[in-house]
């Protein structure tokens, strides 16, 4: 490898490493109500994460770059699970994952979603007045009034049947937050038309399965 090859591959990997984690954390200083609000959340083992991923991908190399937690995600008192399993790509890519919830539905049974988001960790799982939510981050191309590319924020959060739900009503006006798509956190809310909020809306649905 020669050290233009080099160059450019260590960049790209720093690039990457930024991304990820940086990605939701640039949330905390639009809602720093987050910060101090934890939601308890468990490990679960790296068998468990391992039978989950490869029953569903048949993939036995992803397994060991995915996490699974336990939790109550609609706070009926009953564990829930989630899978955070990596797309396993470069660049901005490296940040991304598929996040599968399965959540205690009420019937003695799991109603399972899955839904996209990048950066996600731990912490983005928070409590505030006694309701457990999930930050969301994506990253989005040009909206109507914008040319640059972005990062969309919002709250999602479940119901007793185990139904995710988009929350962002639960925060008055603060999402979803847009902020440009920079390497350092820039926040710039941007004003959203009714077709940005269609395609954030579309864009970000959740798939139960």
């Known amino acids: 490898m020669n050290k ?3 160059g450019l591959t260590f960049v790209s990997a720093l690039f990457a490493l930024v991304l990820a984690f940086d ?3 640039w949330m905390d200083p639009w809602a720093p109500v987050f910060k101090a609000a934890p939601a308890s959340v468990q490990a679960l083992s790296r068998t468990s ?4 991923v490869c029953n569903i991908l048949g993939d036995e190399f992803r397994w060991k770059y995915s996490e699974g937690y336990a939790l109550d995600l609609n706070d009926d008192g009953t564990e829930d699970q989630v899978f955070i399993i990596p797309w396993m790509g470069n660049g901005l890519l490296a940040s991304g994952y598929d996040v599968h919830f399965l959540v ?12 996209e988001g990048y950066g996600v960790e731990k912490s983005d799982f928070v409590k505030v007045a006694g309701k457990t939510y999930f930050r969301h981050s994506k990253f989005f191309e040009h909206f109507e009034k914008s040319r ?3 990062w969309v924020y919002q709250v999602f959060s479940f119901d007793k049947s185990g139904a995710m739900r988009c929350s962002n009503g639960d925060f008055d006006k603060q999402f979803p937050a847009v902020t440009i798509y920079y390497i350092n956190p820039k926040f710039k809310q941007i004003e ?3 077709g940005d909020l269609k395609k954030i809306a579309d864009e970000t649905k959740p798939k139960s399965k």
Do not use: D
């Open 4 to 6: 233009k090859t080099f």
């Open 23 to 25: 990605a939701n954390a």
């Open 49 to 52: 994460v391992s039978n989950y």
């Open 104 to 115: 205690s539905n009420g019937a003695k049974g799991q109603r399972k979603t899955v839904m």
């Open 148 to 150: 640059h590319n972005h």
């Open 192 to 194: 959203l038309t009714k």
